[in-house]
């Protein structure tokens, strides 16, 4: 199982990215997905989550409101939609894939990525 994270880089505050994370070697359709994101000197936290049907999501209220996650079941691929974004937005973020979702917890997620830099200044 691959989980491949992209789209990060540098963007001003205010400004927007748009997250991909292309997965191979699991079953896409029966697969949660999540995205975390850890920040330098902080323990790894919770952004937002889908179950495998795309019916349900779930969002960290730092990012309610900012950031939009969806899913493309023919492309195997979780896509985080960033915008407004704040110099706190800063971290690697990783996606994840599990099977009870939308679980903000990631001891819930069996494959990780390996991360994507997003850097916000201000």
């Known amino acids: 199982v691959q989980l491949q994270a992209s789209g990060g880089g540098l963007v001003q505050a205010g400004g927007s990215l748009r997250l991909s994370c292309a997965t191979s070697?699991?079953?896409?359709?029966?697969?949660?997905m999540g995205w975390f994101r850890q920040a330098p000197g902080k323990e790894r936290g919770f952004v937002a989550a889908i179950l495998w049907s795309g019916a349900n999501t779930n969002y960290a209220e730092t990012v309610k409101g900012r950031f939009t996650i969806s899913r493309d079941d023919a492309k195997n691929t979780v896509y985080l939609q960033m915008n407004s974004l704040k110099p706190e937005d800063t971290a690697v973020y990783y996606c994840?894939?599990?099977?009870?979702?939308?679980?903000?917890?990631?001891?819930?997620?069996?494959?990780w990525g390996q991360g994507t830099q997003v850097t916000v200044s201000s």
């Open positions: 070697g699991l079953v896409f359709s029966s697969a949660s």
């Open positions: 994840a894939a599990g099977i009870n979702g939308p679980s903000p917890y990631p001891t819930d997620y069996d494959y």
